[in-house]
């Protein structure tokens, strides 16, 4: 059977009327209905509809709603802002002797200040997923030469003082006013880091504090609160804060040195009491020191060894740091630390010279804390 076309006076779609429609909506609401008794539902009869133009401020407002929601959801779901959290990540390896990226002011670490002697890690096994956590009261956690400062803190005030903006950063990191941050400084105390510990590292770009993940080599200089965690960094003046746990692989970027072990990298956790008076070890002299809190080394007083300090020294020498030429994605197994067995000093002091007495001060310290390393934290 043949179809055969259209004429040109056939219809080819469907009639035009009430059933058709309209092609577009119409550009604004309809005229009101007539006045009479049309405009009136019979009772017990179907109401009349609502416009649909009378909805959209509602669905504007539903929309709103479910767009801040949704707004609000991922902004919980990125952490608390100080230097990221979640999947993977990269942390940021940094020499003592470095300044490292984004300084906020120009070094104030001493040269004369001898680096400690490689300290073996507390005892206890890990993963790489996780890190010992060291009370910041822990006698021989951190390191200096006697009646010397690790960080010279009157320069730090001065470079901060000089520049408003970088005082303000700083400030806002260290959460305390910006007319406030010299008194901040100067209650701070000039020590050395005995352990690659892992902060929360902040640089200074374009009028603001920045944030990332950063593992600070054994020897850094740094200024320690009176919980004994780490707060400025002398290399660069960097403040710093509490690392921010990462999860999955991490990246290592920046430097490298030969005795560095994911697995040896610890986190300081504050001490439960104030401190008053830290227990160091001065490796150039071989002995341990008693260094009151916010001082700069003048009244620094010889002192008896630990019974149990953290950690315990080894013999080995530091070696300088290089540059790291390409980044190394940390992996499920931890790395050996037993390739090379550190040689402890032994646990009793020489006895052809017997040490003096302690100073009176030092039996008020609070650094009488356990020193056994806590439970592993998640992974850092």
Known sequence: MSVEPPSSDRPTGPPSGPLSGPSQPPSGPPSQPPSGGGGTPEPGGPGP???????????????????????????????????????????????????????????????????????????????????RGVDGGAPGLYGGTRNTSACDVEKQVDHLRSAPDKNRAFASVARVDAADVPAYLRSLTPVQLRLDTRVTNHGYVDGAATSYQAVLQAGTAV???????????????????????????????????????????VVV????????????YDAAGDEWVARHRGDDGD??????????????????????PTTAETSTPETATSEPTTSEPPTTEPETPDTS??????????????????????PPSPEL
């Open 49 to 131: 509809r609502r416009p649909w133009w009378r909805s959209a401020p509602r669905i504007a407002a539903l929309t709103a709603v479910a767009v801040a929601a949704m707004v609000l959801a991922v902004v919980l779901s990125r952490g608390d802002g100080d230097g990221g959290t979640g999947q993977g990540g990269e942390v940021f390896l940094q020499a003592a002797d470095k300044t490292g990226p984004d300084p906020f002011t120009e070094s104030t670490a001493n040269d004369s200040s001898a680096p400690p002697a490689t300290p073996s890690p507390p005892t206890g096994s890990t993963s790489s997923n996780q890190l």
């Open 269 to 280: 956790t504050p001490s439960q009491t104030i401190i008053n008076v830290f227990v160091i």
């Open 223 to 265: 200024l320690v609160d009176d919980r004994g965690e780490p707060r400025v960094r002398c290399a660069c003046g960097n403040p710093l804060t509490q690392p921010v746990p990462q999860q999955g692989t991490l990246e290592r970027t920046g430097d490298s040195w030969p005795s560095y072990r994911s697995s040896d990298v």
């Open 353 to 374: 010279t017997p040490p003096p007495p302690p100073e009176e001060d030092t039996t008020t310290t609070s650094q009488s804390a356990p020193t056994e390393a806590a």
């Open 299 to 320: 009244k620094d007083r010889k002192t008896h060894r630990p019974a149990k300090p953290t950690p315990s020294v080894s013999a080995s020498t530091p070696t300088t």
